[in-house]
């Protein structure tokens, strides 16, 4: 009855998938469970079982389900001490070893599931190992809100005990969805975006448009290269500088001045879908979230993206702004994003509804100044590629 380490990983998206899929999206998140194994030199062996991964003997178990849990796809990941048992005495005598000193003086509850073929339920488990672990007068069985509670996984005739949950980001694994390009500024909706596109399978690239200041430009290298360094595991995530300063100078005398930010914001798009399909990006993100600013209404959004040859995804369209602040911090980033500073140069608020007719008017104002193709003007200068 030995104990051997062990890492649990769950998935849950994943396991509704149809079998190609499912199987195709398995070998995907096993492949950047390696890459993070190997970067953390984590050491041990990965197999899968019906609705789990498994890492056995890690180096250090508790290390490795913390690190793991950074990758999208994982819900969530245990240390675990798995043992080779048949029957319900031996599972018992064994979870009473192991933690009968840890819930001493304390509320708790034993929680059990099983997969196979056995003699036993998972209520039996849990009846008879509470009563094993129960001293009178020191514990307390509390099903509701216990200080601590005893896990059993049973899996055939291999145990699993552990008493740690990590929660990781659940999603897709990266790499099973078609790339997206993130129009990025490495504030805190745009690095949200990113985030969450991650969090459904696509792997990003982001551009970021450069308006001439350079504290914020470098501020979203470092944002995008932590980024990269906290999540992204066994793929690169790439980030472009787009020179904006041209179009705004030549625009700066030309639009009238409520009208500028639709009009920049809409010469971004039409740059962005236009590189997205030279480099293969089959979509666009960006960080909009309805009414949080004049450029974000829905009238202004769909006078913005109107007739934009690429879909155009917006993740936190409909998150609070406290909302998207607690995820930035959760996620490691907070520190860096609130560090960003506002990089527009146009100083006069945009109108909030903008007429139909007056915008069209502005915008071929614009393609007349700079011509109709945006790429002539706004070109990439930087390129960054940030290993994961």
């Known amino acids: 009855m030995k104990n051997r380490p062990a890492v649990i990983i769950r998935y849950s998206e994943i396991a509704v998938k149809g079998p190609l899929t ?15 194994i190997e970067k953390y030199e984590l050491k041990g062996t990965l197999s899968k079982t019906p609705g789990r991964i498994i890492l056995w003997d890690p180096r250090d178990p508790y290390e490795a389900a913390e690190k793991i849990s950074y990758v999208f796809g994982v819900k969530s990941t245990s240390p675990a001490a ?24 304390k509320t708790f509850r034993v929680t059990a599931r099983r997969t196979g073929t056995h003699e ?83 792997t990003p690239g982001l551009i970021y448009y450069d308006l001439g200041v350079e504290e914020a430009k470098e501020n979203a290298v470092i944002i995008a290269e932590k980024l990269a360094e906290i999540w992204t595991h066994g793929w690169d995530l790439r980030l472009y500088i787009a020179d904006m300063t041209p179009v705004v100078e030549r625009l700066a005398e030309t ?12 010469l971004m798009l039409e740059h962005a879908s236009g590189f997205a399909e030279t480099r293969g990006y089959e979509a666009l993100a960006t960080g909009d979230n309805i009414g949080q600013v004049a ?25 609070d ?3 998207i602040m607690k995820l930035i911090a959760k996620i490691g980033l907070y520190s860096y994003v609130n560090a960003q500073i506002e990089p527009c140069r146009i100083r006069v608020n945009p109108v909030p509804r903008a007429s139909p007719k ?20 706004i070109k990439i200068k930087e390129e960054y590629r940030f290993k994961g």
């Not at 499912?22 to 993070?36: K, P």
């Not at 069209?360 to 790429?375: C, F, Q, S, T």
């Open 120 to 202: 036993f339920t998972s209520k039996d488990v849990e009846r008879a190992l509470g009563a094993a672990l129960f001293r009178e007068g020191e514990t307390k069985v509390d099903l509701t809100n216990p200080e601590y509670i005893v896990y059993v996984e049973i899996r055939g005739n291999t145990v699993f005990y552990y008493d740690k949950i990590i929660h990781g980001p659940g999603g897709l694994p990266v790499g099973s969805e078609e790339p997206v390009l993130v129009l990025f500024s490495g504030g805190f909706d745009s690095t949200a975006t990113a985030w969450y596109i991650m969090r459904r399978g696509a």
């Open 321 to 323: 702004k406290d909302e």
């Open 82 to 105: 798995a043992y080779t048992l048949y029957s319900l005495e031996e599972i018992v005598n064994v979870g009473k070893s192991l933690f009968y000193d840890k819930v001493a003086g």
């Open 255 to 266: 639009i009238r001045p409520e009208y500028r930010t639709l009009i920049i914001r809409r």
């Open 358 to 377: 007056i915008y069209k008017e502005e915008l071929e104002k614009a393609y007349r100044v700079i011509g109709d193709a945006p790429g002539d003007v």
């Open 22 to 36: 499912r199987r195709r999206m398995e070998d995907l998140l096993s492949h950047h469970i390696a890459r993070v």
């Open 295 to 319: 450029s974000q209404t829905i009238r202004n959004l769909r006078l913005i993206g109107g007739g934009i040859r690429l879909p155009v995804i917006r993740p936190v369209s409909g998150h």
